[in-house]
């Protein structure tokens, strides 16, 4: 600004010099509108001054109107040229968010200033080319020396964590000192890219320790200032919580941030989002609340390509999990159109018709993909295997899955297909699985670890299934690798009885004789050890008439009293038992059978609510002696004994009983059909 006073005292006029003056004046005190002011003033006289253009620009830009000062520059492209005003316009274009636009303007300056190659280092920042990057700021850090020294370095650390974190490159190490908690976060987001989380959780914590230092010299700052400027710090304390499967813990931390409220749209996304994570298809109503945080304003210029790419892919599994199926279709399609390789898009599209029961329409999908993309078609195809086999379709699935060729070797994927095969009884194919594994590693890796694994594993399931002949040749094979493997050589002659008994005989030559295999075990220490099931009583040592006892062979054992047999209650002793109290009743000599015609006196049998002769007999009621009782409602008695008095509550309508008659009598008609809801009518 002093320039610029200089430059318009030299305009000529009294008005001119103090305008100018004022301009100089504010500028130094911050107050950039009121030079705004003044500098408009300047342009009414004198239009097309280059010097109060230029200035006009710096002020808008100090007071945040970037799109206004880009329009000045525009308009005025003639008079303010590009080696002029080549900073301002790249750093508005910048601040706007037109990267690319800022990209062009800074290397189409003639000369590059130490301003345009800050700016340039923050532009390749901006659109993730890290290499270029980190050449632009280690050209900086040797060439400059001023009090921005410290924010370069930052920077540059802000450049490794990001290789480390998004391409997986292993970050030199930089020589740079963590003096300030802004290094020491960087460098625990290099450590959590190359997965060393501990490690990564002690920088944080000496970056938090740092922060607090800083902040509290200040004594301006606030206790709330303190923990919004913690938050982010705090964030990726819980990110190493989550990856560590600490969920609680990380879910508290990340509540508590969001209940800070803090100003940065970008850790409220990033937040929202590894919660979403964390619920998955549970507490759905949560996570809804939660994405609205990811669709703030001016998220996009925050985060970087993958995390808005993640963020994308959740919003599109929320929408299935909550059976928003047009959301989601048109979710993962916008994320295939973008990202025509990458696998999650078509791998939602296919789960969501699998949701929708089109499984057919899914494996086709998927199909479709790994012939278009044949680099990852073996992901795909590992999903079309689960899809038939959640089908029941297991055959199908072994064929899909023998189709991928640079699997087909691995020990998993040849357990995975024998015990596919085993489960549908097809031998066969099992064996041939393992002798298409055997010959590769035969060829690529002869004698390593995993032949010889596999070796063994396909002589014990031909041995298993009975194919003994099948076999032998796997276990010489194994035998010759090892001559001293006695449970080799045992399995070998067996194998050999059944085929060639000549041949089992030799070989049962080189098999160790008795008293070599004979093991020297110490019987009582093994049956007095931990897991012993019996244990054998020491016998006692014999001293005086013991031993006498033991020598003389004449002496008679003790023999143990035996126990009076209980008698029965009612046992009579002057009675003779019955001698065929042992037999059944119906085979004694005097059973004669049960009387017919005794069921009519038996009381409680028959249908419900039928009444026998002999229920007359128990019946008080109906000896002269008894008093009148209140009778049973719906019973005989009810209805014949008109005389007795009825209390009131006992009393019921006239014409009761024979609405219950005429129930009974509809029941019958029924028959054995069920049971069924019929109207009754108050008569």
């Not at 931990?530 to 001293?543: E, F, N, Q, S």
């Amino acid at each position: 600004m002093a320039a610029a006073a200089g430059a318009g005292a030299g305009a000529g006029g009294a008005a001119a010099a103090a305008l100018w003056s004022e301009v100089n004046r504010c500028g130094q005190n911050g107050d950039f509108a009121r030079a705004l002011k003044s500098v408009n003033k300047i342009l009414q006289v004198s239009k097309d001054d280059v010097t109060a253009l230029h200035c006009k620009v710096v002020c808008l830009i100090q007071n945040g109107s970037f799109k206004e000062a880009l329009s000045v520059i525009n308009t005025h492209s003639k008079i303010l040229s590009s080696d002029v005003i080549a900073f301002e316009k790249a750093y508005c274009e910048y601040r706007l968010n037109r990267i690319e636009s800022a990209l062009k303007t800074i290397q189409s300056a003639s000369q590059q200033t130490d301003k345009l190659k800050e700016l340039y280092g923050q532009v390749l920042y901006k659109l993730e080319r890290y290499d270029d990057c980190l050449v632009a700021y280690r050209d900086l850090i040797r060439n400059s020396q001023d009090e921005y020294e410290e924010e370069r370095k930052t920077n540059l650390s802000a450049v490794v964590a990001a290789q480390s974190t998004w391409e997986r490159v292993m970050p030199e190490d930089l020589g740079l000192r963590e003096t300030t908690y802004e290094l020491c976060y960087n460098s625990a987001c290099a450590l959590i890219g190359q997965g060393k989380l501990n490690e990564a959780m002690k920088k944080l914590r000496k970056a938090e320790e740092l922060c607090r230092q800083s902040l509290s010299e200040d004594t301006d700052v606030t206790e709330e200032d303190t923990e919004a400027e913690l938050a982010i710090i705090h964030g990726q304390m819980a990110y190493i919580m989550q990856l560590q499967g600490r969920t609680e813990d990380a879910l508290q931390l990340y509540n508590q941030i969001i209940k800070l409220k803090p100003t940065d749209v970008g850790l409220l996304a990033v937040i929202a989002n590894n919660i979403i994570t964390i619920n998955k298809d549970q507490n759905v109503f949560d996570s809804k609340k939660k994405v609205k945080l990811t669709n703030a304003e001016g998220v996009e210029h925050k985060l970087s390509k993958k995390q808005l790419q993640a963020i994308e892919f959740n919003k599109a599994l929320l929408a299935m999990y909550t059976n928003q199926a047009d959301q989601c279709r048109k979710l993962s399609a916008s994320l295939q159109s973008q990202s025509p390789e990458h696998l999650l898009p078509v791998l939602i599209q296919a789960a969501q018709l699998c949701r929708e029961k089109q499984h057919a329409k899914a494996i086709g999908l998927l199909q479709d993909f790994a012939e278009q993309h044949p680099a990852n078609a073996a992901e795909i195809k590992l999903t079309m295997a689960q899809l038939k086999i959640a089908q029941g379709s297991v055959t199908k699935a072994c064929m899909i899955l023998r189709s991928i060729e640079e699997l087909q070797h691995k020990p998993g994927m040849v357990s995975a297909l024998v015990t596919m095969y085993s489960h549908e009884e097809d031998i066969d194919s099992a064996i041939e699985v393992f002798t298409q594994a055997i010959q590769w590693y035969q060829q690529f890796q002869a004698k390593s670890p995993v032949h010889l694994s596999l070796i063994r594993e396909a002589a014990n399931f031909k041995l298993k299934h009975g194919r003994k002949k099948e076999a032998i040749s796997d276990l010489e094979e194994l035998w010759k690798q090892n001559p001293k493997d006695v449970h080799t050589l045992a399995q070998l002659i067996s194998a050999y009885s059944l085929v060639d008994p000549e041949k089992a005989k030799v070989l049962s030559k080189h098999l160790p004789s008795s008293d070599t295999m004979s093991l020297k075990v110490d019987v009582d220490a093994l049956e007095n050890s931990h897991g012993a099931t019996y244990v054998r009583k020491k016998a006692g040592k014999l001293t005086g008439d013991n031993q006498q006892k033991e020598q003389g062979q004449g002496e008679v054992k003790k023999k143990k009293k035996k126990k009076k047999g209980k008698l029965p209650k009612n046992y009579d002793p002057k009675v003779t038992p019955d001698p065929e109290r042992w037999l059944p009743m119906r085979e004694r000599s005097y059973y004669r059978g049960r009387k017919k015609g005794k069921k009519k006196d038996q009381v409680g049998k028959g249908t419900q609510g039928s009444t026998t002769a002999g229920s007359s007999e128990l019946d008080a009621s109906r000896t002269a002696s008894s008093p009148p009782t209140s009778p049973r409602p719906g019973s005989a008695a009810a209805v014949s004994a008109a005389s007795n008095v009825i209390p009131p509550r006992h009393q019921k309508p006239a014409g009761a009983p024979a609405t219950k008659k005429k129930q009974q009598q509809k029941k019958k008609k029924g028959g054995k059909s069920g049971w069924g809801y019929g109207a009754v009518k108050n008569s």
